[in-house]
């Protein structure tokens, strides 16, 4: 089975990415992880002063996923400009490289990305819009208020001609309606999603077992949700949407190419296994020849089915979103 595929101007080879956070800048895992066997890889999300980051612990294991709250840890964006984007652009050829881009203010999106737009080494920005562990943050995130969303979008469309993702929260009760929001705002493509906000508590005491108390839900537990999330977006926009959320097998990556993402990230599945994006591939490439399938597009939902929304039309009643009271 073919596993490139013409996307945001260039091609990927395969459709398989690390997700932001996860990797770093590339450097930190290479000793471990072949990054040019894969698709691409989103880098450590990028502030425009650099930041130490929430307290420790940062990071705990809970049941069938992880919660995190790092903070958006990262060494700020002059710094990534001269330190980090070099390595990429002389290290990686294949793989393509978004660079993840975080802020408090439209204005700060903005001052990150002319700092590294005249860097070489990667092809797009993600917009993270929807970080749910991030203390600094008031109010909620960017990808839950559609005109902040909107006007973020639009002031970097205005700075950049590089493709743009737009990263999408798991807690929107109409991602289709926001992602023709970002569409319209000039995004080329979505991520969804981002991890869910969530808190676990140590029994004994009550007290959060992380250091800044709430955090980000990742890994199994918010693969349904994010399956989810991609099919709603899907019958919004016809953007290309690229999946993430819990994918950690063969198997996960099908169920998200079947909701309609073009391209999937592997993000807390690498902490367990390193190579888990690499067998990924490996396994896609193997269950298309199984069953003889010519190209992994074949796989791509299109959308909805013979009577249900299309995009720019009236969607129906949306499903309900999980919600813990």
């Not at 294991?61 to 964006?77: V, W």
């Not at 995004?187 to 250091?211: F, I, K, Q, R, S």
């Not at 269950?287 to 796989?299: C, E, M, N, P």
Request: glycine content about 14%; charged content about 20%; proline content about 9%.
């Amino acid at each position: 089975m073919r596993l490139e595929q013409s996307l945001f101007g260039t091609t990927f080879q395969n459709p398989v990415l690390l997700a932001a956070g996860t990797c770093g800048f590339g450097r930190e895992v290479q000793g471990v992880v072949d990054l040019e066997s894969l698709g691409g890889l989103v880098t450590k999300s990028v502030t425009l002063e650099p930041r130490q980051g929430n307290p420790a612990p940062r990071v705990a294991e809970f049941g069938p996923g992880m919660i995190n709250s790092i903070g958006l840890a990262n060494p700020g964006a002059e710094r990534a400009a001269g330190e980090k984007l070099p390595w990429l652009g002389a290290n990686l050829g294949r793989a393509r490289v978004f660079v993840s881009v975080a802020g408090h203010t439209a204005e700060e999106y903005v001052s990150v990305v002319e700092t590294l737009e005249p860097e070489d080494g990667f092809l797009g920005f993600e917009l993270n819009l929807s970080c749910p562990n991030d203390a600094r943050l008031q109010g909620l995130p960017f990808a839950l208020e559609r005109e902040a969303l909107s006007r973020v979008i639009r002031e970097v469309r205005a700075r950049t001609e590089r493709p743009l993702l737009a990263k999408l929260a798991p807690n929107d009760p109409d991602p289709g309606a926001t992602a023709r929001a970002a569409e319209e705002a000039g995004a080329d493509g979505l991520t969804l999603v981002n991890t869910l906000p969530g808190l676990v508590l140590e029994p004994e005491t009550g007290d959060p077992v992380l250091g800044a108390g709430s955090g980000g839900v990742s890994g199994p537990a918010l693969r349904p949700l994010g399956v989810w999330a991609v099919r709603r977006a899907r019958r919004g926009t016809s953007l290309p949407i690229v999946g993430a959320g819990g994918i950690s097998a063969t198997d996960d990556a099908l169920q998200y190419l079947r909701a309609g993402a073009s391209l999937v990230q592997v993000g807390t599945a690498s902490f367990a296994d390193p190579r888990a994006a690499a067998r990924i591939v490996a396994g896609l490439a193997a269950w298309g020849r199984r069953r003889g399938v010519d190209s992994v597009k074949a796989l791509i939902g299109e959308g909805p089915a013979a009577g249900e929304a299309r995009p720019g039309s009236p969607e129906p009643v949306p499903d309900p979103v999980p919600v813990a009271e």
